[in-house]
């Protein structure tokens, strides 16, 4: 009887043990944004995409079905700002809503490129704050959690009442600078306005090298801005970095700046190439050596239209935050290196 008991006792220890090591299972679904991101993301961590369908009735409404049982689940859901804005916010919304009423135990919201984000405060009178109202509808959707990169301005994190983990593109630009710049050493950083300049000196710093940045000045009304280099890139190779390029207009302008300067290569690098337009054109023409962007948002078409047009990988960087938020693990650890 009482080796029996033992066993029962031990038994029962293993439960409890079992217990305590458990953790909710993890999936991980995309919308239609950017489902080749989450494919990446997915193939990192060892998991398959989950089952979920999106469709649009006559009316254009959109349609989220989630195909499998997330109860009790660590579900995160990839939907990145870019192509249809509106809409894919949208589905991002209702895919988040029908994960928490269908008893996810977590939703997190992995959004590589946050939208609305330089609407980030009020530049004139009755002017919205949308990047606000954008926090707020994705915490009452019921998001728990959001993952995101580079935003445009680090105080949006304030405007949500959930807890937002903005990671940042500096580790993978300092790898990608140091792999295929052979000069990098001896190349100046650029910020092409005066907005980039922390991101821009951060790098700088890990680089140990000379920086500069391109000066806006205003003119008086009905005359042409001018713009003042204060720095030296003579015979150098010149390094702009920004986090968001959109017409590109700022990126152009600011190689011819550096070109009339003396700089005898220029890259400019960005995190989220959003390249509407005419910005292609604009690339083409310009005195860039390459362009280079991360994948937050997909660039596959882009590139073959422009051969200066380089895309980073930051899937990586993503998977070990979701692996990392998953096991309760610190993610300062992705502020300074790049996972391998």
């Not at 029962?12 to 679904?29: A, G, Q, S």
């Not at 083409?284 to 050596?289: Q, T």
Request: charged share 25%; net charge neutral; proline share 3%.
């Amino acid at each position: 009887m009482k080796s029996t008991g033992d066993h029962d006792t031990a038994t029962e220890d293993n439960k409890n043990t079992d217990k305590e090591l458990r953790m909710p299972n993890i999936k991980v679904f995309t919308g239609s944004s950017h489902p080749d991101l989450a494919k990446k993301i997915v193939a990192r961590l060892g998991l398959d995409l989950g089952r979920a369908t999106t469709k649009k009735f006559s009316n254009h409404e959109t349609s989220v079905e989630i195909g499998e049982s997330v109860r009790g689940e660590d579900v995160y859901i990839v939907q990145s700002g870019c192509g249809e804005i509106n809409d894919n916010l949208m589905e991002l919304l209702i895919m988040i809503n029908a994960c928490k009423i269908a008893s996810a135990s977590r939703v997190t919201a992995v959004i590589p490129s946050f939208p609305y984000s330089r609407q980030d405060k009020r530049e004139k009178s009755r002017a919205p704050i949308t990047a606000k109202l954008l926090a707020n509808l994705i915490s009452v959707s019921g998001a728990d959690h959001v993952i995101t990169i580079d935003l445009h301005s680090s105080q949006i994190q304030g405007f949500f009442n959930i807890p937002v983990d903005n990671l940042y593109a500096e580790p993978a630009i300092t790898k990608w600078i140091k792999d295929n710049i052979a000069e990098w050493k001896s190349s100046v950083m650029v910020s092409p306005d005066a907005g980039g300049v922390k991101r821009m000196t951060a790098i700088a710093d890990r680089l140990d090298i000379d920086f500069a940045i391109i000066h806006k000045e205003r003119q008086r009304a009905n005359e042409e801005d001018s713009t003042v280099l204060v720095g030296d890139v003579r015979n150098r190779t010149a390094i702009m970095v920004d986090d968001l390029a959109d017409t590109c207009d700022t990126i152009v302008k600011g190689a011819a700046k550096l070109r009339d300067a003396g700089a005898n290569k220029i890259y400019a690098i960005l995190t989220h190439g959003v390249l509407a337009g005419n910005a292609i054109e604009k690339i083409n023409n310009s005195c860039l050596e390459a362009l280079v962007v991360t994948n937050t948002i997909p660039q596959d078409k882009h590139m073959k239209l422009c051969p200066k047009l380089q895309s980073m990988d930051i899937s990586v960087m993503l998977a070990e935050a979701i692996r990392r938020t998953h096991y309760a693990e610190s993610v300062s650890y992705l502020f300074t290196n790049v996972p391998y």
